[in-house]
């Protein structure tokens, strides 16, 4: 009987040993694959990018690319998080 609950608490000890090596070397291994480290690349807007109009006016992009009125640049670009 000692023998026996000697051993159920060896196992368990050495299970949980077991499982606290395998996550560990998991998220090394996760971690050194790239997806536990993310990273985030700026591009910065060239001046050139930038044309300041008024309503009415006729403007013809020198690039191709899309226009973002100022509601937009309020609503969407300067969200705050709540």
Do not use: H, W
Not at 53 to 74: H, M, N, R, V, W
Request: proline residues 2%; contains cysteine; aromatic residues 8%.
């Amino acid at each position: 009987m000692r023998k026996r609950n000697r051993r159920q608490r060896l196992f368990k000890a050495l299970s949980g040993v077991l499982l606290t090596v395998t996550l560990l070397g998991s998220l090394l291994a996760f971690q050194g694959c790239g997806l536990l480290n993310k990273q985030v690349v700026l591009f910065p807007i060239e001046q050139s990018d930038i044309v300041l109009l008024k309503g009415g006016e006729q403007f013809t992009a020198p690039k191709q690319g899309a226009f973002l009125s100022d509601l937009y640049i309020q609503e969407v670009m300067e969200a705050k998080i709540k």
